[in-house]
């Protein structure tokens, strides 16, 4: 691993010289031609600021503890890994903990992080207001992800409920009244399943018969809509709150002689690898995630200084695609 040694050697500066550019400490002091030869060189050698040494020598640890859901939802996990990047940028490392969707588990996270000196906590969690107060440490920076904002602490919103209206007023610009809802169970996409009411209800299309509850194994929305080919038959579009759901919902469609998009639209949720790989490929709704970690981080940076930013809302956006079009029935 190249040194800082390593880099005055080949610049013909000295070591203290080379560390005050790579620290940004020498833009009065060091000409913008040395400072353009270290940095040049340092990028040459891949070189890569030891870490432990740094936080000894400033007292800090530049670590950042973050709690959430790792694996089970690819919308979560997209949302860790959009951490890593913007963090790195910044000189921060990141520290992981599975909190499993669970307060219990989101407690011991906590705790552990803390522990371990984070310089800051970022939680993605759907803890309630009590929960959350009780848990959130008072003397590190603390950020949320979340679905709706709360008073806790900064939050970053991803509104899934706006995503799911605005899927529904899509649907209905391009003709379409019967918007069935793919209910998995109550818990699953709740916030969505309230925007599709919402949404439904301003648009005088509400009828609780368009959203039944369905609950089963991997797969069994496709069964789902063989078993109920009558009321499948009498929408004219389908939304899903997530794509694997309307891929499935798709299938099932086919097995009971109706076309999509022909005969029925079929959205999904989440814009994942899902809407790519149906036939045909989905129309969905897609949260900019990529922008959760570079948001994420200028928010902490901020609270690490001292500042507390105000709540960042991420709106959604409609993808088109082939899966949905213009009502063509009654």
Known sequence: MPTLKDIAAQTGY??????????????????????ERILAVAQDLDYQPHFLARSLRRRRTFLIG???????SETRAMQMRSLVGPFEKHGYGLLFQDSYNLFAA????????????VEGLILQSYAGEAELAEMLPANIPCLLLVERPVKAAPCVVMDYAAGAALAVRRLAEMGHRRIAWLRIGRVTGAQRYEGYCRAMEALGLRDDALAPEMTGERGFVRQYVIERADFFRSVTAILAPGDRWAGEAVGGLRCIGLRVPEDVSVVGYDDSEFAFAADPPLASIRHPHEEVGQTATAMMLALIE??????????????????????RRA
């Open 66 to 72: 973050v709690a959430g859901s790792l694996f089970g």
């Open 106 to 117: 989101e407690k011991r996270a906590v705790r552990e992080l803390v522990t371990k000196g």
């Open 306 to 327: 001292g500042r507390r930013p105000g709540h960042a809302v991420l709106a959604p956006q409609f993808v088109e695609r082939a899966s949905a079009g213009p009502c």
């Open 14 to 35: 000295h070591v203290t010289t080379v560390s005050r550019v790579l620290t940004d400490k020498g833009d009065r002091v060091i000409s913008p031609a040395a400072r």
